[in-house]
């Protein structure tokens, strides 16, 4: 079945560094790559996506970058905040499968 | 803006209780979605519906049921609880991609629903 994994589980950063977290994908299909951020407490929101005829994609300090041929996407945050702590997920696929997701802590 | 409610917030039933959560969701999407959330497992797809009677298998849908009689209602059924379904809950809804239409298939969420099965 479509498989979808994260890495790393937890980051920990100090402030002003940047953050990476990355994903790899197994349906070779997907054309849709969406990062949700949910903080403590609260439900899973979209902070960015890319699709599959894009490589790169920035908002502000977040950008994604998509290697389809290598099947792996990536969320990079830059100077990072405190207000960035929070648990941030993947997914990929046809039916939308997450990763297991990455608890980003942010140290002042 | 769009609205996804889940029925409750909270629920404690007992082992071998069937058990019902619903979610309704308000923009006229046509998927909808259950996921279960445990820590360290990320959100694990149990059913989606892609349209009123459709459903499709996600990777957990052992011991759970779906129905989507209309289109802004997608229940999740729990036929006979047990401990190790104890866990949170979500539904979300996205439009369906159409060729040469809008093509977002943007996740929205609901708050949430925490089950504890005794």
């Known amino acids: 079945g479509e498989n979808v994994e994260q890495h790393p589980s937890t980051l920990s950063v100090q402030e002003g560094d940047s953050a990476v977290i990355k994903c790899t994908y197994s349906d070779s299909a997907s054309n849709y790559f969406p990062w949700y951020k949910q903080e403590l407490g609260k439900r899973p929101q979209l902070i960015i996506d890319?699709?599959?005829?894009?490589g790169e994609k920035k908002d502000q300090r977040i950008a994604v970058t998509l290697n389809k041929t290598a099947k792996h996407f990536s969320l990079h945050i830059t100077e990072t905040q405190p207000e960035d702590s929070a648990v941030y997920f993947c997914?990929?696929?046809?039916?939308?499968?997450f990763g297991a997701g990455t608890r980003l802590f942010v140290k002042a | 803006d769009v609205k996804v409610t889940q029925s409750s917030r909270y629920l404690v039933k007992r082992t071998g209780e069937k058990v019902f959560l619903e979610c309704v969701q308000d923009m006229d999407h046509e998927n909808m979605f259950w996921y279960r959330q445990d820590p360290g497992l990320g959100l694990r797809l149990i059913y989606f519906?892609?349209?009123?009677?459709?459903?499709e298998k996600g990777d957990i849908p052992e011991g759970y049921s779906v129905s989507r009689e209309k289109k802004e209602r997608f229940s999740l059924i729990l036929e006979s609880a047990s401990t190790n379904q104890t866990s949170m809950y979500l539904c979300a809804s996205s439009l369906r991609r159409r060729a040469g239409g809008p093509r977002g298939e943007t996740q929205y969420f609901g708050p949430g629903t925490r089950l504890l099965v005794l």
């Open positions: 890319i699709r599959s005829n894009v």
């Open positions: 519906s892609y349209d009123v009677k459709m459903k």
């Open positions: 997914a990929a696929g046809f039916k939308t499968i």
